[in-house]
Nanobody, 127 residues
Framework: QVQLVESGGGLVQPGGSLRLSCAPS????????IGWFRQAPGKEREGVSC????????FYADSVKGRFTISRDNAKNTVYLQMNSLKPEDTAIYYC????????????????????WGQGTQVTVSS
């Protein structure tokens, strides 16, 4: 089996924090760039952030810059998305995805670059 599994979602109040994790089943993440995407009700899925295979490059959507931080621990075979100062508009299902392609500032968010996807984890920001 080749799968990605997201975890860490839940219900949080505005201004709160959550940390999402992305872990593989059946392969190592060492050679893959990892992206986080989200889909809110009634909206298209959008790129949130991504990190290169070595962790040497990261990209963020303008809407989350300064609030979210992507990181990876290849020794633990896990990628994280730390989400701080959460807003109601962050409410969505969050997916992680893996790519062996090159990530660029102008194209990292294109879903066609990613060949493997997780099942998603729900993040709800509400008071």
């Amino acid at each position: 089996q080749v799968q990605l599994v997201e975890s860490g979602g839940g219900l949080v109040q505005p201004g709160g924090s959550l940390r999402l994790s992305c872990a593989p089943s059946g392969f190592t993440l060492d050679y893959y760039g990892i992206g986080w995407f989200r889909q809110a009700p009634g909206k298209e899925r959008e790129g949130v952030s991504c990190i290169s295979s070595t962790g040497g490059a990261t990209f963020y959507a303008d809407s989350v810059k300064g609030r979210f931080t992507i990181s990876r621990d290849n020794a633990k075979n896990t990628v994280y998305l730390q989400m701080n100062s959460l807003k109601p508009e962050d409410t969505a299902i969050y997916y992680c995805a893996a790519t062996m392609g090159t990530l660029h500032p102008f194209s990292w968010y294109r879903e066609s670059k990613y060949g493997y996807w997780g099942q998603g984890t729900q993040v709800t920001v509400s008071s």
